[in-house]
């Protein structure tokens, strides 16, 4: 990894307020959340509601993403959790078998790992910021907005409703 | 590079007694469980360690629960066994020691939203690579790890799990080693927590703007600009003041190549 690849931490502050901008406009509901003190902590997320159809039943899960800063690998970094109707936290086996979820079994589990958020120190999802790097400062150059650019790499794996208005 | 073979020893022979417990309401036998007893090692952690006790326990339960997830607790604090034992005693007992170290031991209403799932100890090993991986990205933009053989990464891991020390170390030198000819870490991997629980991350330099070394005084003055007198304990020490950081982060890193830090 090179010193190019990397972002700095108020390179990501300037792409999350633009993206919280453009969200705004289409009334998307991603909120930004500043920590004045700790700039690193600043992320964005945003809360759902997931209709999901499984043996003929339908039901209704909440999920929670947020985008935040990894500061050691300079990159943006993909988190999430998702309950289910009773409160209750969705083991990765069985998001794994969720159908908005694209990757085969080994992909998933070597991209995908629970983990202690860095900023809220409780268990997350967190997609592996290993290749983000390298993904990234390729395509750096024409991107508009970084964030953007990231969820566009994340988009194919797990199936978000993303807007074509933020110029994927 | 990590010279001071003798710390590096110290360090990595560093043992505490633990006293586990069966949480009460767990208990369905008549007969009272006894405590069960080990000597276990600082830099290892708890899922590597309590294979013996959690039989011990077992026939004491309800067997609807037996192939639960067991979850330590502290004084009500569940512990994260992503952690060190001996970063976590460091913690929650570094200013008040009480040996042995009594925890209460459950098989029910595991607390989801605090602790990390861990069905076996391929999560632990997964979690100690990516935390090594992560280091190296800040100590040499991960070209150590990148360049290392899947064989080499095995004998990291099986050196910590099965407390061998050469084994390790074979390896591990290579990660402390400084690249290119300035003498040091591009970042020293640091992470400095709170009993409240709060932890503090930074890219922190081991050199400073002069391209002197790096002192704890000095990063502690960067970071805490409105505090003195921070103190620093890890290993079951307070960390001198004087200390340079790079040495600092040569020979008291965890295995998992990190600083972990309390302060006091």
Known sequence: MDQNSTLSVEDFVVAATSFYEI????ADGWKLIKDENETYKTYIKKHTFLQVERDGVQSLLKTELVIFFNLSYGVPAFSFNIWNSSGVLLTLEEIRHMSFVTLNQKEFY??????????????????HPCHTAELLSALRQGSKNIIVTFLGLITPLLKLDLSMEYGL | MANDREVLREIWD?????CFQLAQEEIMEIQQPDPFYVMVPRLSYFPLVTDK???????????ENADNEMWLDYNGQPLKWHYPIGFLYDLYCGIDPQLPWTLTVHFTKFPEDVLLHCPNKDVVEAHYMSTVKEADVLKHRGQVMSTMQKKDHNQLWLGLQ??????????NRRLMESHGDNEGF???PIRIYSDDGSCFQRLVSPKNVDG????????????????????????GITLPLDTPLQWLSEHMSYPDNFLHLCVC
């Open chain 1, 110 to 127: 070597s991209v995908i790992t629970q983990q202690e958020h860095p900023i809220f120190l409780r268990p997350y999802f967190i997609v």
């Open chain 1, 23 to 26: 969200s705004n406009r289409l």
């Open chain 2, 186 to 188: 591009k970042h020293i």
């Open chain 2, 162 to 171: 099965n407390d061998k020390f050469d084994q390790f170390w074979a390896i």
């Open chain 2, 14 to 18: 560093g043992k505490l007694p633990i």
């Open chain 2, 212 to 235: 002197s070394r790096k002192v704890l005084q000095q990063m502690i003055a960067e970071l805490y600009p409105d505090k003195i007198n921070i103190k620093l304990r890890t290993h």
């Open chain 2, 53 to 63: 006790m959690k039989r011990h326990f077992l026939r004491f339960i309800s067997q």
